[in-house]
């Protein structure tokens, strides 16, 4: 934004998001979707559905949680996650607190949080929308108040930007 004799000009570029911007905001989200697969809690809020007798024996067997159903059993899966800003992906791995305000300055319109290699993203996909032999247990998705944390992590992330401007 700038004044002159003319009056005020707006340049609406300096609003659109930056790659960094949609890599911060998407980390963060990476960051809520495991923290409720910690606490066995679907992306609707629900409690994940229980495993099954025979895996819950298992699972205990090998000294591991039972509940709550956390759909880790090496970590592959949950590691594999990985965000994406328009065709930029961070590997597993990285953190919000790693994207500088100076970096991926290209423009961006769209984040994801993903799993691309395949055995991983096909283990994920039978867990999120279920199979015929795992129930549904929809992990990998946001839920409204997501949705309004990753408008207010970019609204964050777009006022630490321009404050650092001055």
């Keep these: 934004m700038s004044a002159n004799a003319r009056g005020l000009e707006l340049n609406l570029d300096d609003a659109l998001p930056t790659e960094g911007d949609i890599l911060f905001a998407m980390q963060r989200q990476r960051t809520r979707i495991v923290q409720r697969m910690d606490r066995g809690i679907d992306a609707d809020g ?7 007798p025979a895996y819950a024996k298992k699972r205990d067997k090998s000294g591991r949680n039972v509940s709550p159903v956390d759909l880790t059993w090496s970590g592959r899966m949950r590691n594999s996650m990985q965000v994406s800003a328009d065709n930029f992906r961070l590997g597993p791995g990285a953190s919000e607190e790693r994207i500088g305000l100076k970096d991926f300055k290209s423009k961006a319109r769209q984040g994801r949080v993903g799993i ?14 279920g199979t015929a032999k795992l129930p549904r247990r929809h992990f990998l998705d946001s839920s409204p108040e997501d949705n309004r ?18």
């Design 116 to 129: 691309y290699d395949p055995e991983n993203a096909a283990k994920a996909e039978g867990h999120n929308e």
């Design 149 to 166: 944390n990753v408008a207010l992590d970019l609204e964050e992330r777009w006022a630490q930007r321009f404050r650092a401007r001055r």
């Design 46 to 52: 629900q409690p994940f559905a229980p495993y099954s």
